[in-house]
């Protein structure tokens, strides 16, 4: 058949096809856009492992995370832990019972305020607002959305973040110790039985949040491992007013000055010096006779001293063992012969 011919009985099917195509292909990629911006895209932050490899953090681990920080809120622990900054520690007087944890009394607030700027509010703090409305009549959908959002951000955006830290501290070597989340649980006992606080116990907390006591302590020993390995990275040695004193007088001192000075040689005033006498030496052992070698002070400013530290003599005897279990054994048979002979005599 004639090409020409055959396009020419078709051509109204081929336009028609060719105009259907040109519309699929345009409209296709929109949809297709369309789709992929509906889905829930997910962040993904990588860390690094001990062996220099990138690792994603998923979002599960982001969403476990942040359930930890909303489960210690249940326990109260931001509370425990500003308590233990107020009180005086039994181990080391004068010092704030934090302490005792590893940490300043400064880090838990810091880590908090952290963790704070990347959460949104809670559900408990999302269901008072709601009520609140509803109470007024004035109830919103549109507002319940957005702060359902919030709520979801709470549970990501510091989880993210929490979970990294936690990552980062495992790789560095820090744990909370047994002694620690003791000290933890006895003030959160000591404060639920005093009803200063209002606090759920810890039968409260794994009954509410389905945890085990295991689970919770495993927690909190997170977050106290969270809270030492932030402690080591911002925080620096403690400094008294005294220890500064000296080091600007230090560095005063050791500022450079100009100046002329003028040489003497000791060979100089060695024909006015006389030999000292057995006398003079008898005097001058009495003199700094009870004074240490080389202590320094106002009546002694060369540090003259004869004084010798507290001694001990020792004194040795070698024994040969040999010599002692012969000698030991002739008696013993010598003995031994005696008796029997006296025994037959009789």
């Known amino acids: 058949m004639d090409p020409m011919r055959w396009l020419r009985k078709h051509n109204k099917k081929i336009l028609t096809f060719l105009v259907v195509f040109i519309a699929v292909m345009f409209t296709l990629p929109s949809i297709m856009g369309r789709n992929r911006s509906g889905r829930q895209r997910s962040m993904v932050i990588g860390h690094y492992d001990v062996n220099g490899k990138t690792e994603e953090l998923t ?11 909303e489960i210690l809120d249940h326990f109260g622990l931001g509370v425990v832990l500003a308590v233990l900054a107020q009180s005086q520690s039994s181990l080391t007087p004068g010092a704030p ?14 880590l908090d305020r ?5 959460r949104g509010i809670t559900e408990e703090e999302r269901d008072y607002i709601l009520n609140s409305l509803q109470a007024s009549g ?26 990294l830290l936690i990552q980062e501290a495992i790789q560095e070597g820090f744990a909370a110790t047994p002694e620690q989340l003791e000290l933890v649980f006895n003030y959160h006992h000591q404060m639920l039985a005093n009803e200063q606080f209002p606090m759920l116990s810890v039968e409260e907390v794994c009954r509410r949040d389905e945890i085990t006591e295991t689970g919770l302590q495993r927690m909190i020993g997170n977050y106290l491992m969270v809270l030492r390995y932030a402690e080591a990275m911002t925080g620096g040695p403690a400094v008294s007013e005294r220890q500064l004193r000296l080091a600007i007088r230090d560095d005063k001192e050791s500022e450079t000055i100009a100046g002329t000075y003028v040489t003497f040689s000791a060979g100089m005033f060695l024909e006015d010096m006389k030999e000292p006498t057995e006398t003079d030496i008898a005097a001058h052992f009495q003199q700094y006779k009870e004074n240490v070698p080389g202590r320094t002070q106002k009546e002694n400013a060369f540090g003259f001293g004869y004084k010798l530290p507290d001694r001990a003599k020792l004194e040795y005897i070698r024994v040969n063992v040999q010599q002692i279990h012969t000698y030991y054994k002739e008696q013993f048979e010598a003995k031994t012969r005696v008796l029997r002979e006296g025994a037959v005599r009789k």
């Not at 019972?97 to 940490?103: N, P, Y």
């Not at 507002?143 to 979970?163: F, I, N, P, Q, T």
């Open 114 to 118: 952290l963790l704070s700027s990347r």
């Open 97 to 110: 019972a934090i302490m005792d944890l590893g940490i300043s009394p400064q880090t838990p607030e810091m």
């Open 59 to 69: 979002n599960l681990e982001s969403y476990r995370a942040g359930r930890e920080l």
């Open 138 to 163: 004035q109830e919103d959908e549109d507002l319940a959305a957005e702060l359902d959002s919030y709520v979801a951000m709470s549970k990501s955006e510091a989880g993210r973040y929490y979970a």
